[in-house]
C-alpha cells in the first residue's frame, strides 16, 4: 500500500472531552485532515518540542531519543498503519546502521518522537478515508501555514481555555436526522472542530452500512 505522508497542523484542547487535546494531522498535497485524541502529557510532549522550549529535566520522550542516539538507533519514520474500533494503531522504523526494526507505538508517543527525531510521520489511504475529514479549498494563508507547520502549533492552553465550537456530544449524534447531521458536521468543518467532524462522519458512515 502506498504511504501518504502527514503534517501536523494543529494541536488543541478537546471541544468534546475535558482533560484530552485533539492532534490534527495534515495530508501532504491533499484535503483530509485527520484528527486524533491524546492525552495531556502527549500533548505537552509534542507542543514542547515543536516550540523548541527546553524542560528544566528531560522529559520521558527527551529520555528515549537520547538513550538511542547513545547506541547509534535512529528513528527513520513513525507509520500509523491500522485502526480498530476508533484507535489508532502506529509503529516506529528504527535501524542502528546495518538493521531495520519495526516497533509498536502509541500513536501519541510516536508522533511526540517523529518531531524530536524530525523524521516524516505516514499512513494509508484507508485510514484518512475511514477517519480523515474532507476540508474544502482554503486560502493562500492557511495553505501557506500548512507548508510550515511548525508556526501554527501553540503551546496547549489550560483546560479552561478550550474552544467551544460543539455543543453536541457523541450520544446526541444517533437523535439527529440525516440533513441535521450534515448540517452539524458542515458547521464543526467551518470551525476547524476535526474531532467533532470526525464522529459525525463515523455516524453518517453507520447509517450507510
Same mark, same amino acid.
Not at 191 to 204: F, G, I, N, T, V
Given at each position: 500500500?502506498?504511504?501518504?505522508?502527514?503534517?501536523?497542523? +494543529?494541536?488543541?484542547?478537546?471541544?468534546?472531552?475535558?482533560?484530552?487535546?485533539? !492532534?490534527?494531522?495534515?495530508?501532504?498535497?491533499?484535503? +483530509?485532515?485527520?484528527?486524533?485524541?491524546?492525552?495531556? #502529557?502527549?500533548?505537552?510532549?509534542?507542543?514542547?518540542?515543536?516550540?523548541?522550549?527546553?524542560?528544566? +529535566? $528531560?522529559?520521558?520522550?527527551?529520555?528515549?531519543?537520547?538513550?538511542?542516539?547513545?547506541?547509534?538507533?535512529?528513528?527513520?519514520?513513525?507509520?500509523? #498503519?491500522? !485502526?480498530?474500533?476508533? /484507535?489508532? #494503531?502506529?509503529?516506529?522504523?528504527?535501524?542502528? !546502521?546495518?538493521?531495520?526494526?519495526?516497533?509498536?507505538?502509541?500513536?501519541?508517543?510516536?508522533?511526540?518522537?517523529?518531531?524530536?527525531?524530525?523524521?516524516?510521520? #505516514?499512513?494509508?489511504?484507508?485510514?484518512?478515508?475511514?477517519?480523515?475529514?474532507? /476540508?474544502?479549498?482554503?486560502?493562500?494563508?492557511?495553505?501557506?501555514?500548512?507548508?510550515?507547520? &511548525?508556526?501554527? /502549533? $501553540?503551546?496547549?492552553?489550560? $483546560?479552561?481555555? &478550550?474552544?467551544?465550537?460543539? *455543543?453536541?456530544?457523541?450520544?446526541?449524534?444517533?437523535?439527529?436526522?440525516?440533513?441535521?447531521? *450534515?448540517?452539524?458536521? &458542515?458547521?464543526?468543518?467551518?470551525?476547524?472542530?476535526?474531532?467533532?467532524?470526525?464522529?459525525?462522519?463515523?455516524? !453518517?458512515?453507520?447509517?450507510?452500512?
Amino acid at each position: 500500500m502506498k504511504k501518504i505522508r502527514l503534517f501536523i497542523t +494543529r494541536l488543541e484542547p478537546s471541544s468534546i472531552q475535558s482533560g484530552v487535546y485533539t !492532534l490534527v494531522l495534515n495530508e501532504h498535497e491533499g484535503s +483530509r485532515r485527520l484528527p486524533i485524541i491524546i492525552g495531556n #502529557y502527549e500533548a505537552q510532549a509534542i507542543a514542547v518540542e515543536m516550540e523548541n522550549l527546553t524542560p528544566n +529535566r $528531560p522529559l520521558t520522550h527527551d529520555l528515549f531519543k537520547s538513550f538511542a542516539t547513545s547506541f547509534d538507533i535512529h528513528l527513520n519514520e513513525v507509520v500509523i #498503519y491500522n !485502526l480498530k474500533e476508533g /484507535i489508532f #494503531y502506529a509503529k516506529l522504523i528504527c535501524n542502528n !546502521l546495518d538493521k531495520e526494526v519495526e516497533i509498536d507505538s502509541r500513536t501519541s508517543d510516536a508522533v511526540a518522537l517523529a518531531v524530536r527525531f524530525n523524521c516524516p510521520i #505516514y499512513t494509508y489511504d484507508f485510514i484518512l478515508e475511514q477517519a480523515g475529514v474532507e /476540508i474544502e479549498e482554503e486560502s493562500d494563508v492557511d495553505n501557506e501555514d500548512d507548508e510550515n507547520p &511548525k508556526d501554527d /502549533i $501553540p503551546k496547549p492552553p489550560p $483546560p479552561q481555555e &478550550k474552544k467551544k465550537t460543539a *455543543n453536541l456530544s457523541t450520544s446526541d449524534y444517533s437523535h439527529l436526522s440525516n440533513e441535521e447531521l *450534515n448540517e452539524a458536521l &458542515k458547521n464543526a468543518i467551518d470551525h476547524e472542530d476535526y474531532e467533532a467532524a470526525s464522529k459525525m462522519r463515523d455516524e !453518517l458512515n453507520r447509517r450507510k452500512k
